[in-house]
């Protein structure tokens, strides 16, 4: 049998760390047996070494504004620049990288596949009723901004009036070289198209401080394309309640703030909601109650966009009944009936308590303020969708609950149908008892 070739790679600056000396070796060949111990306990980086390697480092700086200062300026693109830059070497986005990880099977996604949706909900109408129906329950309340003002300040005030939280404030919380490195890598996230994330980066979801270290990079910069890497990461690698802080601090912002902008959802931040949704406690706790619960409401395009996804996207039945335990607990506003809707529409086999919750929720709009208001086509859609999935479910005395609800609030269109769902399942419980 042959002898093998010997391998002559050029070694990597890796490698050269590994050997402990400023200059290129050759590669050894694996020697068949293990080195003993006190071979091993060798391998580290001597001061020598280090100040070879520093004095190197110095000097090919040295060189390349030599060169950088003989050469004459040009002025550079926005364009040439992201490429040089994610041509460095240190970004991981050499020439002929290959972007495996970027490529996923994803569903097609068209921005405008939600704009009959958003058009029938829309409407001056339609609009007028939310507005009235907001107005009956105390109104908008103070704007985001206003709100998040007001938090800082409170958290400014307590720690001004505790020294110790002061002087733990005060001090530096990372070494420079450190907030230089993440600074650096928030650059690349800003630029970021395809291709490998830098292992500073990916090493963040492992860190204690997590939050403080990505706030060095500014996400509020990011790239679309880094926000949906940044969610895969950081949703696959921290538990739930660590993965709900990601998506409320990070994801949220950056949905309701594209969506507002640019009246669509970018369709890489459409995928990352999707990714999100892997962790199903995260997303309901870190985007849809905190969406549906801020004082600036939800409006309607978000809701269209959002629930969507719910749709789209296969979620335990545990964590949709919990959820929808949740939003009939809220005050009505566009946010929460269109997904209510949206859950009711994949017509899970829901707990008894939670189709109860439901049911009660539908009946409260004959109580005062809702008994003489008129309802938005959203709320008759999601009644009809209840008692189309769920009505073989209904106890008698539920049945006329809901007859009743519909002599109250009714739709040209759509009561008709409740009246049919529900009069068949009555005539059939009582053939049935």
């Known amino acids: 049998m042959p002898k093998a070739t010997k391998d002559r790679q050029?070694?990597?600056?890796?490698?050269?760390?590994?050997?402990?000396?400023?200059?290129?070796k050759p590669i050894k060949e694996k020697s068949a047996k293990y080195g003993s111990e006190d071979e091993e306990a060798t391998n580290y980086i001597d001061a020598a070494g280090s100040s070879k390697i520093l004095q190197l480092a110095r000097e090919q700086l040295a060189e390349e504004e030599e060169m950088g200062a003989a050469k004459p300026k040009k002025k550079s693109s926005k364009f040439e620049e992201r490429v040089i830059f994610r041509d460095s070497s240190e970004s991981?986005?050499?020439?002929g990288e290959s972007s495996e990880d970027n490529e996923d099977d994803y569903e097609d996604y068209d921005p405008e596949e939600f704009e009959d949706d958003i058009n029938a909900f829309g409407d001056s109408n339609e609009e007028m009723l939310f507005e009235n129906l907001l107005a009956q329950k105390g109104g908008l309340g103070e704007s985001l901004g206003s709100q998040i003002l007001n938090r800082i300040k409170i958290i400014e005030k307590k720690s001004l009036n505790d020294p110790d939280k002061r002087e733990v404030d005060s001090k530096p919380q990372f070494p420079?070289?450190?907030?230089?490195v993440y600074e650096k890598i928030g650059l690349l996230l800003s630029r970021y198209r395809s291709g490998r994330l830098p292992k500073a980066f990916k090493i963040i979801p492992s860190l204690k401080n997590w939050e403080s270290v990505v706030i060095l990079t500014s996400p509020q910069d990011w790239t679309p394309h880094s926000v949906l890497q940044a969610t895969k990461l950081f949703v696959s690698n921290l538990p739930p309640k660590e993965a709900q802080k990601f998506v409320y601090n990070v994801l949220l912002p950056r949905v309701r703030e594209d969506i507002s902008s640019n009246k669509v959802l970018n369709t890489h931040l459409y995928q990352a909601l999707m990714k999100s949704l892997y962790k199903p406690p995260a997303f309901f706790k870190g985007f849809l109650f905190p969406l549906c619960e801020e004082e600036e409401h939800c409006t309607i395009r978000e809701a269209v966009i959002v629930s969507s996804v719910l749709t789209k996207t296969s979620v335990p039945v545990l964590h949709s009944a919990a959820a929808l335990l949740r939003l009939v607990e809220l005050p009505y506003s566009p946010g929460p009936a269109i997904f209510i809707k949206a859950i009711l529409s994949k017509k899970y086999a829901l707990p008894k308590k939670v189709l109860d919750s439901v049911v009660?929720?539908?009946?409260?709009?004959?109580e005062p303020p809702y008994d003489t208001s008129k309802m938005p086509v959203v709320w008759h859609q999601g009644f009809l969708v209840l008692c189309q999935s769920y009505r073989?479910?209904?106890?008698?005395?539920?049945?006329n609950d809901l007859l009743k609800l519909a002599r109250f609030h009714t739709h040209d269109a759509i009561t008709p149908l409740i009246r049919r769902e529900l009069s068949a399942q009555k005539v059939e419980s009582m053939e049935n008892p």
Do not use: C, M, W
């Not at 420079?176 to 230089?180: A, D, G, R, T």
């Not at 009660?360 to 709009?365: A, P």
């Not at 073989?392 to 049945?399: A, K, R």
């Open 176 to 180: 420079p070289k450190v907030v230089e």
């Open 360 to 366: 009660d929720y539908f009946y409260s709009f004959t």
């Open 10 to 24: 050029r070694p990597s600056l890796g490698q050269v760390i590994e050997n402990g000396e400023g200059r290129f």
């Open 392 to 399: 073989e479910d209904f106890s008698h005395e539920q049945i």
């Open 92 to 95: 991981g986005f050499a020439n």
